[in-house]
């Protein structure tokens, strides 16, 4: 065989190979999402290129894949504004011109005790990529209306059955660096009781809580049903059925379930709850969400369905609620409490059904995205902290415009792997609009003082921009005025 026949039989070799993969891979992945719709908004400004010029060469963590062997996650690599948010390596967004910063009203708090000395002379931030919003627009909120608004952005978890005045907590809610607070029946650390005792007892502690702050809170638990619920029948609580058991009977009688539950919840002054989930029973031994009964089903219409319904009965009784874990966790082989699930070789594009639904139906406000890793849709990151899957798939192909939470960044998942400032950074940078600590993992207790101080320096060094900051109050904002009681 000549060189010019063995050159052409390659040449054929390659475009066959390449055709069978644009089948299977990420463009298949657009093709099935769709144009995005028409209402979709913009993805928020990218990240400012800050200090942050070289990887952050911290141990690589083992990603848990199911299997016998793992491999170590690439070290981490700041995403910069000029590497645009990919599926695999097709651009899913165009480059979207800086919207203008919102006009967000000012509420009227003091500036956080301390303050001072979070807002040292920062160092000369690199100037903004070609196309980012000004780091320090003359126009951007002032640093008092800043500080609250970063505090919004915040949720954390506690230990006790009250909180005392002298608990640093109490003066981080006084202050407004706090917008939200997570509460738990049980500690992971010691088995032990956490926050919630009886019914008598949590609505003193949610009435106090929101006294202390100058604005409602939200106040959250996960209250799924069956195996995940924070409310149990044991303390004296009502209670509610399994996923898995709510998805074989109606979607009527899913939302007369998840109304019931909503209406305890309001009555003991919950005003969120950290359900439904919206994952596909893929894997029944997945020890996260199969083995657990969390799924409502196989089927992704089906538990579109009953998600919804789910959401609509929590809605109906005042409480908010999020689809969760996104893209999805129901095929993975591990737990992200412990190690990072690999689900790159098990994910499926129709695990994407519930939330493209959800978009379509302007329901649920609100997303918790999972600590999932896929190397086919950022093959760096993990969901929750990755802009190609929050801001890109979620919010632009999706057209997702609500609020935005991670999984709790004290979850092995991310806690192993990456420190708490590079787990906020990373978070807000990705497009989450609340971040949480719900200080009940093995990592170490995280306060509302620390990320608060974390997201004002990096704001102050023009790593984050204050119209990023903005634009996630006034989703926060608008989600509050619904569930939370804000005028």
Not at 62 to 90: A, K, L
């Amino acid at each position: 065989m000549n060189m010019r026949a063995a050159l052409l039989l390659l040449s054929l070799c390659c475009a066959v190979a390449s055709a069978a993969y644009a089948a299977a891979g990420p463009e298949s992945l657009q093709e099935f999402l769709g144009a995005p719709p028409a209402s979709a908004p913009k993805p928020d400004p990218m990240p400012a290129k800050g200090p942050f010029k070289e990887p952050l060469r911290r141990s690589a963590p083992f990603i848990d894949t199911g299997e016998e062997t793992q491999r170590p996650m690439r070290p981490v690599r700041p995403f910069g504004h000029d590497d645009p948010p990919v599926y695999g390596s097709t651009p899913a967004v165009p480059g979207p011109k800086a919207p203008t910063p919102p006009v967000v009203p000012a509420p009227q708090v003091a500036a956080p005790r301390g303050a001072a000395s979070t807002q040292q002379k920062a160092p000369q931030a690199a100037q903004p990529q070609k196309g980012a919003p000004p780091a320090a627009a003359s126009s951007g909120p002032k640093q008092a209306d800043l500080a609250f608004m970063i505090g919004q952005m915040i949720m954390v978890g506690f230990s006790g059955f009250d909180l005392p005045d002298n608990n640093p907590l109490a003066e981080s809610l006084r202050a407004g660096r706090a917008g939200g607070i997570i509460l738990f029946d049980r500690s992971v650390r010691t088995g032990g009781p956490k926050n919630i005792e009886s019914p008598a007892q949590l609505r003193m502690l949610t009435a106090r809580l929101q006294r202390l702050a100058p604005r409602p809170l939200f106040i959250a638990v996960d209250q799924e049903g069956g195996r995940v619920q924070r409310l149990k029948p044991e303390r004296g609580f009502e209670g509610g059925p399994a996923a898995a058991a709510l998805g074989r009977g109606s979607p009527e009688n899913t939302r007369l379930a998840a109304r019931r539950m909503g209406l305890e919840m309001a009555a003991l002054g919950i005003n969120f709850d950290f359900a439904p989930v919206a994952d596909l029973n893929r894997n029944p031994l997945s020890p996260a969400v199969g083995a657990l009964q969390r799924s409502f089903g196989a089927d992704p219409h089906q538990v579109a369905t009953h998600a919804l319904a789910f959401s609509d009965g929590l809605a109906q009784a005042g409480v908010a609620s999020c689809l969760k874990h996104f893209p999805g966790h129901g095929s993975a082989g591990a737990d992200s409490h412990a190690a990072l699930p690999d689900i790159t070789a098990s994910w499926r594009q129709d695990e994407l059904v519930p939330y493209r639904e959800a978009v379509e139906r302007k329901r649920p406000a609100a997303v918790m995205a999972g600590h999932l890793f896929h190397r086919g849709l950022d093959a760096l990151y993990p969901a929750s902290l990755s802009v190609r899957i929050l801001a890109g798939l979620l919010r632009g192909k999706l057209g997702f415009a609500g609020v935005i939470l991670t999984d709790d960044l004290q979850m092995g998942a991310v806690a192993n792997a990456y420190s708490v400032e590079e787990r906020v950074r990373l978070a807000v940078e990705a497009g989450a609009d609340i971040v949480i600590f719900g200080n009940n993992c093995h990592a170490p207790d995280v306060t509302a003082d620390e990320i608060h101080g974390i997201l004002l320096r990096l704001v102050n060094r023009g790593v984050i921009s204050k119209t990023r900051i903005a634009l996630s109050y006034e989703r926060i904002s608008l989600l509050k005025r619904q569930f939370a009681g804000w005028k």
